[in-house]
C-alpha cells in the first residue's frame, strides 16, 4: 500500500518550477515519505521512536533538532470503554475495560468481563509485572463479603502453601491486595470455560473425557478431604474449569471435542469448612445438595461426593439430575432415582422445616403441586427404585 505523505505532488502554475525549488521540495517529499513509512502497520519501531530518530538529520550536531520537522511527539491515546448492563448493585465495582483495577500499582489491566455474583466480579487482565494473562476476582465492597474473601484467601493460601509443585487440580491463589476503592482483590491464574459453559456450548463429554474428567477431580478431592482436611460445600458444574479454551474436531463425529487428555481446575474455595465449623447450616447449590443438608442431618465430606454424582450424571446427559427448587420434591426425586431414604432419618431431622417433609409413618408427605409431580413422574427411575 503507498505510503500517504500528507503533501500534494507541486503545480507548475503555483511554484517556481527552478531546479533549486524542485530538488527542495523534492528533499523533503522524501523525508516525509520516509517519516510515514517508519509508522505503517508492522514497522519495528514505534511512531514516538520514528519522531524522535527522523527529526535528527545527518550533520546536525547530537540533540540538534532540525527545522524540517518541529511537531512534538504524540502521546499515544488511552482507550477505554465502560461496559452497560453490569450489576451495580451496592459496593460493586465498576468494570471499564482498558482501566487499571488499581490506580496506585497500575499492574492490572481489565481487558474483559469473565462473569458476575452477588459476590462481585471476574475479570480478565493483564499483569503488566509478570507479563501475562490472569483472573481477578473483584469482591463487592461490603462487609460481609469483604470478610468471606479473607476466610476464602486463608484456605486458597493453605492450599498453595501445601501443593507448592501442583501436583492437585485445585485452583491456587497468585496473589491479593486491595485496591484504592477498597475492593479485595484476588488474582489467579486464567484458565478456560466453566464445565456448565462447555456442555453448553458443545453438548455432552464424551466417555474418554468424563472418565478424565472425574479421575482428576476425585483425586483433588481425597487430597483435598483426607490431606487438608477440608470441605468444598459448593461443587457443581461452574466451579470445575477446563484449563484451556482449545477444541479439536473428533473425526468420528465431526464435532468439535476438548483435546486429550482434558485437563481440568476445581475452583470457588469462597464456600470451604474445615471439621471445626458447624456443619447443619444449608451449604450447596440446590440442584447438587445431599439429603442430609436437605434434612438438617449434619453433613460431612459425603456431600462433595453426593454433588460430584450430580455433577457426572449432567457432564454425561447434559440434564439436570435433579431440577428441581422444592425440598419435599427433590426428596420425592431421590426416591425416584435411588429408593427409600433411610427410615431413621424422620426421626433425626434437625429443623422445624425438615420435620414437616414427614408424615407421623416416618414416609415423606405426597406432593400435591401438578408440576411437582409430574416432574417426578417424568424422572427415570434407578435401581434402587421399587414401584
Known sequence: ??????????????????????????????????????????????????????????????????????????????????????????????VVLGEDIDVSTQRFKILSLLGEGTFGKVVEAWDRKRKEYCAVKIVRNVPKYTRDAKIEIQFMEKVRQADTVDRFPLMKIQRYFQNDSGHMCIVMPKYGPCLLDWIMKFGPFNHRHL??????????????????????????????????????????????TAPDPCKVRICDLGGCCDERHSRTAIVST?????????????????????????????????KLLYDTHDNLEHLHLMEKTLGRLPAEWAGRTGTDEARMLYNSAGNLRPCTDPRHLARIARAPPGAGHHP
Not at 517529499?29 to 519501531?45: E, Y
Not at 459448593?234 to 466451579?239: G, I
Not at 445431599?290 to 454425561?316: A, H, K, R
Open 1 to 94: 500500500m503507498e505510503a500517504r505523505t500528507g503533501l500534494t505532488t507541486p503545480n507548475t502554475n503555483t511554484f517556481s518550477s527552478s531546479a533549486a525549488t524542485q530538488k527542495a521540495v523534492g528533499d523533503i517529499l522524501r523525508r516525509s515519505v520516509k517519516s510515514n513509512s517508519a509508522c505503517r502497520s508492522g514497522s519495528k519501531r514505534t511512531y514516538e521512536e520514528a519522531l524522535q530518530s527522523d527529526n535528527v538529520q545527518k550533520g546536525d550536531a547530537p540533540g540538534k533538532v532540525s527545522e524540517v520537522s518541529t511537531a512534538p511527539p504524540v502521546k499515544k491515546k488511552k482507550v477505554t470503554y465502560a461496559l452497560p448492563h453490569q450489576n451495580m448493585e451496592e459496593g460493586h465495582f465498576y
Open 211 to 256: 472418565a478424565q474428567i472425574v479421575f482428576q477431580t476425585g483425586i483433588a478431592l481425597d487430597y483435598f478431604h483426607s490431606d487438608l482436611h477440608l470441605m468444598h460445600t459448593d461443587l457443581k458444574p461452574e466451579n470445575i474449569l477446563m484449563e484451556n479454551s482449545e477444541t479439536v474436531v473428533d473425526p468420528s463425529t465431526g464435532r468439535q
Open 286 to 318: 440446590r440442584h447438587y445438595r445431599s439429603p442430609e443438608v436437605i434434612l438438617g442431618l449434619g453433613w460431612m465430606y459425603s456431600t462433595d461426593m453426593w454433588s460430584m454424582g450430580c455433577i457426572i450424571y449432567e457432564l454425561f446427559t447434559g
